[in-house]
């Protein structure tokens, strides 16, 4: 098993540019969630899904939307990239709640 | 609030020797703290969690804390190697909301031989 597989690895936009950062796994679990993670710093949770067809805000969302049409992905789309948004973004995914959360190596984004 | 306080920032022991790293949260309603372990170029890794009913719990070397009337949850890692050199970090659910993450700001652990 891949476990959860984050493209691409790495990745620079200029200010006002789109991008997709996808984010798939093979466990079959229920939640995933996308969080940043800012030099020195915690990881701070953007957006989370519980299910197919759920998402919720988590404590950073400005800036990003997220879709979730299958189990296994869970994309996250930068709409007008600012330089505020560099940083290295975690996907993870979770059987439920209160069970260990696997994440993925990381999409390292710079935006100039 | 829901914040989560870590310390130390980094801690450098001597291989052999045992560390302790310590978190201290704000929100009576959390029930569950877990501890990721974070290698370079890695995502994180749950290490070891505790439930608020329990007060200890062991995984070989390594070892959680929980002081539900101190709020704070520590962990102890014991016979250190050099291969636990990495960032830790804690974490709590925020308003209680297991899927709501709130992690801290993370430890550097540095053995050295």
């Known amino acids: 098993n891949a476990g959860v597989t984050q493209t691409p690895k790495f990745r620079i936009l200029k200010i006002g540019q789109s991008m997709t950062l996808q984010c798939t796994q093979d466990?079959?679990?229920?939640?995933m969630y996308w969080y940043r993670q800012d030099p020195g710093m915690g990881l701070k949770l953007i957006y989370y899904?519980?299910?197919?067809?759920?998402?919720d805000k988590g404590e950073v969302p400005n800036g990003y939307n997220v879709s979730r049409s299958t189990t296994e992905d869970f994309p996250l789309r930068l709409e007008l990239a600012a330089p505020s948004q560099t940083s290295v973004y975690f996907c993870?995914?979770?059987?439920?709640?209160?069970?260990?959360?696997?994440f993925g190596d990381g999409t390292r984004l710079s935006i100039l | 609030g829901e914040n989560v306080e870590q310390h130390p920032s980094t801690l450098s022991v001597q291989e052999g020797d045992s560390a302790v790293i310590k978190c201290t949260y704000s929100?009576?309603?959390?029930?569950?703290f877990p501890w990721y372990k974070q290698e370079l170029g890695k995502g994180p890794q749950l290490i070891i969690d505790?439930?608020?009913?329990?007060g200890e719990k062991k995984d070989q070397r390594i070892a959680v804390t929980l002081n539900k009337t101190a709020k704070l949850f520590s962990l102890h890692i014991t016979e250190t190697q050099p291969e636990d050199s990495a960032v830790y970090f804690c974490?709590?659910?925020?308003?209680?909301?297991?899927?709501?993450?709130?992690f801290g700001t993370g430890t550097r652990l540095q053995v050295t031989l």
């Open positions: 993870a995914s979770s059987y439920e709640g209160y069970q260990p959360q696997h």
């Open positions: 466990m079959n679990h229920n939640y």
């Open positions: 899904s519980v299910g197919a067809g759920i998402t």
């Open positions: 929100d009576s309603a959390s029930n569950y």
């Open positions: 505790i439930r608020s009913n329990v």
């Open positions: 974490a709590h659910p925020k308003g209680g909301t297991a899927s709501k993450l709130t």
